[in-house]
């Protein structure tokens, strides 16, 4: 079914076809997950791929981005000068060979497969760049208006010393939603993703240069995000925040963060509160090459378990192969501490405001980020 969608896709006049000609043959060698393969193992959802999504335009009011079933909308979208903001068609001759070149690096080091899908069949993508020594704050929004499959595409790039902060959010819901949001920060910019949107699947790939700073905070209830940090040049940094809140959902985050250069840091903390039958999985990786000496990084995921019929899964992990590097890993899975809950009702809260009052202070130190 997906081969007979991928054909019906193809337009010889398509200034992207080249692209989608990759992104489709780097899947076909990738193929579909397999139910025991190890990332992602955790999942429960059996794959059914619906009609893909035509070009819609809605009456809507411009709000910063917009993106309707996949599709980026110009005519919805309002974006201040001198900031960048257009279709990838209409971006494939001013920036041409940019695009060219991140095309091929992306797709050629990608291994998820959803990823490497979305190279085939996005629609209309957008292409995003704010100068340097410029500084904005966009908010990015999905409009789904149908069951079909959406697969956004958003390419941003920073020049030197400038400033981004992205939100997302999602309106709607897609019969199946595929996005990816690839990142490249120039020397010296900042960059801050506040991701609250909710989806099927979502990639999220960036590549960072010297003294250049990227934070994200996902607290989306996606079904699988995937995040691939690339610390390029010396004194780069990148600091991933999460937080999955789930009742009867699951929601599973696979994170792997590259370090190439040395003198760089990054940081991980995930965390998951799980009601009723839930279900949460945390994979991470820090890799530090050989020649990424004085690296520090760390990663933690914390999950707080308030049924009997939630489960939890967490797998960090370290490969290192330079000697002097400051690195650790670890996660905590429990429910709420009987002692405090005691401690709070002696002073008067209701079992249920008690039990509030912690689950709160659990998430504080991650929503905070999201100010």
């Known amino acids: 079914m997906l081969e007979e969608i991928w054909g019906s896709l193809l337009d010889p006049k398509d200034p992207l076809i080249n692209y989608r000609k990759k992104g489709w043959s780097q899947f076909e060698s990738i193929g579909l997950p397999k139910p025991k393969q190890e990332a992602f193992q955790y999942l429960t959802r059996k794959w059914a791929f619906p009609k893909l999504a035509i070009r819609k335009t809605l009456a809507r009011e411009p709000n910063g981005i917009v993106f309707v079933d996949g599709f980026f909308d110009e005519t919805l979208s309002l974006v201040p000068a001198p900031i960048v903001c257009m279709g990838l068609d209409q971006a494939m001759r001013p920036y041409g060979l940019f695009l060219q070149n991140r095309f091929a690096t992306t797709l050629g080091k990608e291994k998820d497969p959803f990823a490497a899908l979305n190279g085939a069949f996005f629609g209309n993508g957008a292409f995003i760049y704010v100068p340097p020594k410029c500084e904005a704050v966009l908010h990015l929004k999905h409009i789904y208006s149908g069951d079909e499959m959406a697969s956004p595409r958003i390419h941003i790039y920073l020049g030197r010393e400038s400033k981004l902060k992205l939100t997302q959010e999602t309106e709607g819901k897609s019969g199946f939603s595929n996005t990816v949001i690839d990142w490249v920060l120039d020397s010296g910019s900042n960059a801050v993703f506040i991701d609250r949107a909710n989806g099927d699947m979502q990639a999220l790939r960036a590549n960072l240069k010297r003294d250049s700073r990227l934070k994200m905070v996902l607290l989306g209830n996606t079904l699988r995000t995937s995040v691939r940090v690339e610390l390029m040049e010396e004194n780069s940094e990148a600091l991933l925040l999460g937080l999955a809140t789930l009742e009867d959902q699951e929601a599973h985050i696979h994170a792997h963060v590259e370090h190439i250069a040395p003198n760089a840091r990054s940081r991980q903390h995930f965390k998951s509160v799980l009601k009723g039958k839930s279900r949460f999985s945390f994979e991470g990786k820090i890799y530090v090459h050989a020649e990424a000496?004085?690296?520090?990084?760390?990663?933690?995921?914390?999950?707080?378990?308030?049924?009997?019929?939630?489960?939890?899964?967490?797998?960090?992990?370290?490969e290192i192969f330079a000697d002097d590097v400051k690195a650790s890993h670890g996660s905590t899975t429990g429910q709420l501490d009987e002692e405090e809950l005691f401690y709070l009702r002696s002073r008067g809260l209701s079992l249920e405001a008690a039990r509030e009052w912690l689950i709160a202070g659990f998430c504080k130190e991650i929503a905070d980020h999201a100010q």
């Open 293 to 318: 000496q004085k690296t520090e990084s760390y990663q933690l995921n914390n999950n707080l378990i308030l049924s009997e019929d939630s489960v939890a899964y967490a797998k960090p992990n370290l």
